[in-house]
Each structure stands twice: as C-alpha cells, then as structure tokens.
C-alpha cells in the first residue's frame, strides 16, 4: 500500500553548476534555497532586499535593479528609517546610512544579474497593500498605521502582466538568463487559511501562464512537494508554518535532482564529507591527530579549487595550522 504520493521531477532544460551565478529573490524560501545554494558553494545573491513576499513588489525592484535606479519612497517609523520597497531588515535609524545601503544593494543586484545564468523568483502571496497617497504596492508597511494602506487580492492576469513586462526587460537586457518560478510552501495564515490558499492558487496560475508563454521561463514545484508530497506536521516547524529542515533538505534534493548534471552532484558529495571535516571540533586542537586531519582537509580542498571558491575555507584551516602547532 502506498502511503505518499512522490512527486517526479523531469531533468531541467538547463543544467545548473558552480560555474553558474545564481541570483535568488522573493520571499523567505528563496533567503532558504539561496542560503542552501551559498553553503554548498554556489555563486549566488539571495534577497539582496530582504524578503518580498508579493510579485508586484519583486518586479519592481528587479526593474530598479536592472536601470540602477536607487530612488526609493522612505518612511520613519517607530524611529527607524525604511523603505516602502524593501524588508524591515534594512531599516537603519540614520536615513543617510539607509539610502547608502540601498544604493550598495541596487549595484549588487545589477552586476549579479550581469553575470548571472539563473534568477530564482519565489512568490509568496496574492495579498497585497497599497499605500494610499503613494499609490504604491509596498513590500512591507513597517508598523504604520492601516488607515495609510488599502488591501486587496492580485489576480492572476495581473500578477502575470507585471512578471511578463519584467521578464522581457531583463531578456532585453541579459538574453542568456534562465529564469526558474516556484511559489513559496509557507502559509499566510495571517491572512485566513481560506484566503492563502486562493492567493496561492493565483500565484499557481500565473506561474502557469508565465511558463507556458515564455521561453526559458521554468516552474519548480516546490509548493506542490510540500503539500502533497510531504503532507504531514511533522515536516513543519513549531510555529506549524514553515517546512522544517528535514522538508527543507528533501525540496532542496529534490531540485538538486532536477537542475544539476551528475558531475555537478559528485562535486557536491564530495563537498559535503570535507565541509563535515571543516565543521569537526576537536576535544585536542593542538595534538598531532588533530593537526594532520588539518592537513588533509587542506589537501581535500586544494583538489576542489578548479571546481569550487574554496579559498575561505582554505584560508581559515591554514590560520587554525598556524595557531596549533607548537
């Protein structure tokens, strides 16, 4: 008797690799897969911005990015300033420090996006607010007063509008580019269970649409996995909202799978048992045992370095070799 149903993932049309730059943006899935994919040694930005859970929100700062338009609608709140644009996170108490942060963020996105092979997009949700006197769709309202915003559900058509008008500026632009779509596992639950799943079937729609229009446009279900695939509470965090890292890692493989060429997966392997090296703690850091695991974990890296920026690590064993041998 079977008792889940396994999502088969076909091969990707393209294949992603360490000689890739990847840039992820959208909400705090894509901060999630980014951090996966810079942890095993990919060239990736992830959230430059902060998480942006509303399509709208993600295209307009992918549009500024791309015209290095560093204009952004700024707001103090609660002694903070931040951006309309932007995740709390990068509020700062000084609005000069603020707009520099913003200005740096605006380049990082732009030289990304000029080397980059793919852009991940992963949408959270159809729900968004308006800030009435701006008349701009704001990635967060940063505790201001709801009487400033008016809040409404995307649809589909529009949602697939933005995207696509984007889309075709960034292949103007950058006409090599692969761009992956994935919408986010996490729930809304702010906004009523009800209400998530009709925002995230809009975004299942125009993902749809979006893949089934544009060339080199491709959807991975991320969204799917986790809700039939791993359809249960224990692959879930506490708070019942976020998939936990065992639903992180099985999505994470699961995408592995499906975008990366078997030499690229070896690579991976191999990276894993030498960064278990590099994580080891021992009880005797100065005895000869310990010094010589150094040694060939030096050793292990140096025969990645064609493959894999490993210099880091390399850097941070050879300053632990110096400091231990007596």
């Not at 000029?114 to 701006?134: D, M, P, Q, W």
């Not at 809009?202 to 986790?226: G, N, Q, T, W």
């Not at 039939?228 to 506490?238: A, P």
């Not at 009880?283 to 974990?297: A, I, K, M, N, R």
Request: proline fraction near 5%; charge should be negative.
């Amino acid at each position: 008797m079977k008792l889940r149903t396994e999502l088969h993932i076909p091969l990707a049309p393209f294949p992603i690799t360490h000689k890739d730059a990847i840039l992820a943006i959208g909400s705090c899935f894509a901060d999630c897969m980014g951090a996966r994919l810079a942890d095993h040694k990919f060239h990736t930005l992830s959230n430059p911005f902060g998480n942006i859970f509303n399509p709208i929100a993600i295209s307009n700062l992918l549009e500024k990015s791309i015209r290095r338009n560093d204009s952004f609608n700024l707001v103090h709140s609660h002694g903070i300033w931040q951006a309309y644009e932007c995740h709390t996170e990068l509020g700062n108490p000084d609005r000069d420090i603020l707009l520099d942060n913003l200005t740096r963020q605006i380049n990082l996105t732009h030289q990304q996006l000029e080397k980059a092979k793919v852009l991940i997009i992963t949408l959270g949700t159809a729900v968004v607010y308006e800030e009435r006197s701006l008349n701009l769709i704001v990635a967060n309202c940063h505790k201001m007063p709801a009487v400033n915003f008016e809040k409404s559900l995307l649809t589909s058509q529009t949602i697939t509008t933005h995207l696509a008008k984007t889309i075709a500026l960034i292949y103007d632009k950058y006409p090599e580019l692969n761009i992956i779509l994935t919408v986010s596992p996490v729930r809304h639950i702010k906004e009523t269970i009800p209400l998530n799943m009709v925002s995230k079937s809009i975004l299942r729609i125009a993902c749809h649409e979006l893949e089934s229009k544009i060339d080199k446009v491709h959807y991975f279900p991320s969204y799917e996995i986790m809700m039939d695939d791993l359809r249960d509470y224990r692959f879930y965090k506490e708070d019942l909202i976020h998939p936990n890292t065992t639903a992180e890692t099985y999505i994470w493989n699961k995408f592995i799978d499906s975008y990366c060429p078997d030499k690229t997966k070896t690579l991976l392997l191999k990276w894993d048992k030498v960064n278990k090296a590099i994580q080891h703690k021992p009880f005797f850091p100065e005895s000869d045992g310990y010094l010589q695991h150094v040694v060939d974990t030096i050793s292990k890296l140096e025969e990645l370095l064609s493959e894999m920026d490993v210099n880091e690590e390399i850097e941070h064993l050879q300053h632990v070799l110096q400091n231990n041998q007596v």
